[in-house]
């Protein structure tokens, strides 16, 4: 007994132990970004956090609550520690900490790789060491860090400057879940997995299913990813070559969900979120809790879908090329505990009829199987092969028993 009860001390002070269960699966929550920019203050995050409990999010598996840009001040402390805007976040952050984990939830914060992060606040560059011992001191327990800031985040390479804080955040010896936001710059799913718990693998998403407002690139091996502006669909045709790099402990991000945000349909909200949630991308809500309507509440809280991305064994769908259509029908497919899952995804501004035949997709399914749709709740019985009519931008998701 001794020796080992030893070896779980010395894991403990040193975080190992800690470390290695975080993000087994992908990390869900709510961030401040895609509803308030920079615009918020103590009470609407005290708001906020009431909301995940009373709207019942928390239940579904909505723990973290991640402030992004905005929370700090435009300048360090005269001694040159971080600190919260003294206008919008006047006692500090240790309260809003003790707040948050007093309802059973985590708090999240933002900074940046750079001297400056995106909105010009202070960034951690140089400031590493002293930066994750501040946000241990304040209870913190999720950090999102980053790609803007001046020269440095032109002229070393992103590998170096996340590793750096990768280290001064285990050194503190707390438990702090580290969020790599470098935009998909130089394909992080080849060395990610080795820095952050999660990582972006794109520019940032905007409020549209289609159009984009920027986002140059519309594969993932492209140079010029752009900042932001990408479409719902973009960001999922970017995962047909690196969903395969899906492994728990390490998560590609796809980035918040923009399900309650703009002007999408219901039928793009749920395709929006059962790829997320498929593709085992962080399920980071985006949308103002205070007023979300119904319809978006209920898609982010389809327990059958969250359940897919929560799923024990961690494995991505991937696209099922030879029974897609390009611009028209996209089939994706995948392992799950006990069954696999099938989304058909009708790309059309407009109804249509699809026939898929599941022997087709390279699951190993000969003989019919047990298939359950899971935004309808119902049951198909046992089926060999799909015949459906799909609306515009309609996904089915088929949970299939085996
Ligand atoms: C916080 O922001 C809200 C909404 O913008 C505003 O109504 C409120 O007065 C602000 N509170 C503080 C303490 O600044
Ligand atoms: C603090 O937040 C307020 C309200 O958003 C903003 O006007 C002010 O510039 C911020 N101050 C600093 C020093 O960051
Ligand atoms: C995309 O933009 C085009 C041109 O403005 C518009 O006709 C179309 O409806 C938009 N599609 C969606 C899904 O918003
Ligand atoms: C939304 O759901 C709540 C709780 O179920 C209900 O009280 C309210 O009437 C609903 N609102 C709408 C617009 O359907």
Redesign the pocket.
């Known amino acids: 007994m001794k020796p080992s009860l030893t070896l779980l001390t010395l894991a403990i002070a040193t975080g190992t132990t800690a470390g290695a269960k975080l993000a087994q699966t992908p990390q869900m929550g709510f961030n401040t970004w895609n509803s308030f920019k920079a615009n918020y203050n103590e009470s609407t995050i005290n708001h906020i956090t009431d909301l995940l409990l009373s709207l019942g999010l928390k239940d579904a598996g909505y723990n973290h609550l991640l402030l992004d840009e905005g929370w700090s001040d435009m300048s360090r402390t005269a001694d040159g520690y971080l600190q919260s805007n003294q206008t919008t976040f006047p006692n500090g952050i240790t309260p809003l900490a003790e707040r948050v984990h007093s309802k059973g939830l985590k708090l999240g914060l933002y900074g940046d790789s750079g001297i400056l992060t995106c909105g010009f606040r202070p960034g951690s560059w140089g400031y590493e060491e002293r930066d994750a011992l501040t946000l241990a001191s304040w209870g913190v327990d999720y950090w999102k860090y980053d790609n803007c800031g001046g020269f440095q985040a032109m002229s070393n390479a992103p590998q170096e400057r996340f590793s750096l804080m990768r280290d001064a955040l285990e050194r503190t010896g707390r438990e702090i879940f580290y969020s790599v936001c470098e935009w998909g710059f130089q394909f992080p799913w080849h060395w990610g997995g080795g820095i952050g718990h999660s990582y972006r693998m794109s520019g940032d998403i905007t409020a549209?299913?289609?159009?984009e407002t920027g986002c140059p690139c519309k594969t993932a091996y492209c140079l010029n990813t752009g900042y932001a502006g990408c479409s719902v669909t973009s960001i999922m045709r970017k995962m047909r070559e690196i969903s395969v790099y899906q492994k728990p402990g390490h998560w590609l991000d796809m980035d918040m969900l923009e399900v309650g945000v703009g002007d999408m349909t219901v039928n793009?909200q749920k395709t929006h979120f059962a790829f997320w949630a498929a593709l085992k991308s962080p399920l980071i809500i985006g949308a103002d809790l205070r007023t979300l309507k119904n319809e978006s509440l209920e898609v982010l809280t389809n327990r059958d879908i969250i359940a897919l991305n929560q799923d024990s064994l961690g494995k991505p769908v991937h696209f099922v090329e030879d029974v897609s259509v390009e611009g028209s029908l996209q089939v994706w497919a995948g392992e799950v505990k006990g069954g696999n899952v099938v989304l058909i995804f009708n790309e059309k501004?407009y109804p249509q009829e699809v026939e898929v035949s599941l022997k087709d997709l390279g699951l190993g399914i000969e003989r019919p199987v047990r298939a359950k749709e899971l935004w309808s709740g119902k049951s198909w019985g046992k089926i060999d092969s799909v015949e459906a009519s799909l609306g515009a931008?309609q996904t089915l998701v088929f949970r299939i028993s085996r």
């Open positions: 549209s299913f289609i159009n793009m501004s931008y």
